[in-house]
């Protein structure tokens, strides 16, 4: 075993440790550990791709879902024989849903596990903060799930699998208008993410244009726990329905206490929504409230019918949620783009990703578009007894 080896081991076996104390379970490819191919094998290097997720701390979910599905997607590439000959190895790092280690951790993936490419974040922010870091390297990176317009606009190398907020802030604001038939809506947004404050911004856009009233415009900070405040002087509004675009931790107390204040009126958002513990923690002030996101177990390809099929046979019978199904998907278009270029050189894999053509993916069709973000169509859900129901598919 190489001084590397050894090195990686041991920081991954810490971080392993403070994952399953956090959270108390065990998946295949525990994170900080590294999931499919071992360096010791006699069939030439690994090749090591770096992700980064917040597998810890307040948006745990969405970064423990996106990694199964990540880490699926290696496994099933290394079943299949790896890529030009070489398996894949992943390696996982925790950014503890926190600013300031999306850069330690980068910086680590990139400078010490010299990977080929980063897979990761979820959360706009805490892209932002790593993508100058691949940047500067030229080693592409792709976000799975984040949707702020900024993300990829940090510079050539930086990608995303998903589509963006001026889109998804669209799809509600019609939703609104047109399905819900109001006229009046109040707007609650998170000013410590870049995510929230982009995705209030084109909803009121799109709204107004709709010839709509923003009534209301209220500010959070994520993580505040008392927002009795805020809905106090939302409810004085009196509006038809409340957008917002926050993360499941913050929506979930926001709905309690919006009811404890008697505001009885839909509440909307966007895919920060989606999490099982949105309803966990929300219960019955959750329930009837609507989110748009990018993907529904219940209605998509056969490639995603498979997906559902194997994810459950991995996971325990666990569904999958779209940050998995995203996950999934940023982990089989980098293969794609690795196989088409026929190398991990960092310029190589970078000019193939910027080449991905109608991507069979899990969530749709992908096609990297001039400003490296994928196109692709949103679908928006119900909270019903507890589950999220499927409503409609919106098309951009
Ligand atoms: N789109 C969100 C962001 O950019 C992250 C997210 C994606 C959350 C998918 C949940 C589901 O911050």
Not at 167 to 180: C, I, P, R, W, Y
Not at 211 to 219: K, M, N, P, R
Not at 341 to 368: N, Y
Request: with cysteine.
């Amino acid at each position: 075993m190489t001084k590397m080896n050894l090195f990686s081991t041991t920081v991954c076996a810490v971080a392993a440790a403070v994952f399953l104390a956090g959270c108390g379970k065990s998946e295949p490819g525990a994170p900080g550990a590294t999931t499919g191919g071992s360096s010791s094998g006699a069939s030439g290097e690994v090749i090591k791709v770096g992700e980064f997720a917040s597998l810890t701390g307040k948006e745990a979910t969405f970064g423990q879902s996106s990694h199964e599905g990540t880490a699926m997607a290696i496994e099933e590439i290394n079943a299949a024989g790896g890529l030009l000959g070489r398996k894949l190895e992943l390696v996982t790092e925790d950014t503890q849903s926190k600013a300031g280690e999306p850069a330690t951790v980068v910086n680590k993936l990139v400078s010490r596990d010299n990977v080929v490419a980063v897979l990761g974040e979820v959360a706009s922010s805490r892209s932002l903060e790593a993508a100058p870091i691949c940047q500067q390297s030229k080693i592409p990176m792709i976000s799975p799930s984040s949707t702020n317009p900024k993300v990829t606009e940090s510079g050539d190398f930086i990608f995303r699998v998903c589509f963006i907020d001026p889109f998804q802030g669209t799809v509600m604001a019609n939703f609104a208008s047109k399905t819900l038939n109001a006229k009046k809506v109040a707007v609650f947004t998170d000013v410590k993410s870049d995510y929230s404050k982009g995705l209030a911004k084109f909803f009121k856009e799109q709204f107004t244009k709709n010839g709509g009233t923003i009534a209301g415009e209220l500010d959070y900070n994520g993580g505040d726990k008392d927002f009795k405040g805020q809905l106090t002087a939302i409810k004085s509004e009196n509006p038809d329905a409340v957008f917002v675009p926050g993360y499941y931790t913050d929506v979930a107390l926001i709905c309690i206490q919006a009811k404890q204040l008697g505001l009885n009126v839909p509440f909307m958002g966007g895919d920060g929504w989606e999490s099982e513990d949105l309803v966990k923690i929300g219960q019955g002030a959750v329930e009837n409230h609507y989110f748009s996101t990018h993907y529904h177990p219940d209605v998509g390809s056969e490639t995603s019918k498979k997906f559902v099929a194997n994810y459950k046979k991995h996971y325990n019978g666990k569904t999958p949620d779209a940050l998995a199904a995203c996950g999934f998907d940023s982990a089989a278009v980098l293969a794609d783009a690795i196989k088409r270029a026929g190398s991990t050189d960092g310029q190589k894999v970078r000019d193939a990703l910027a080449a991905t053509k109608d991507f069979d993916g899990v969530t749709g069709k992908i096609t990297i578009n001039e400003k490296r973000d994928a196109t692709k169509s949103a679908v928006i859900l119900q909270i019903k007894d507890g589950k999220y129901k499927y409503l409609t598919t919106v098309n951009p």
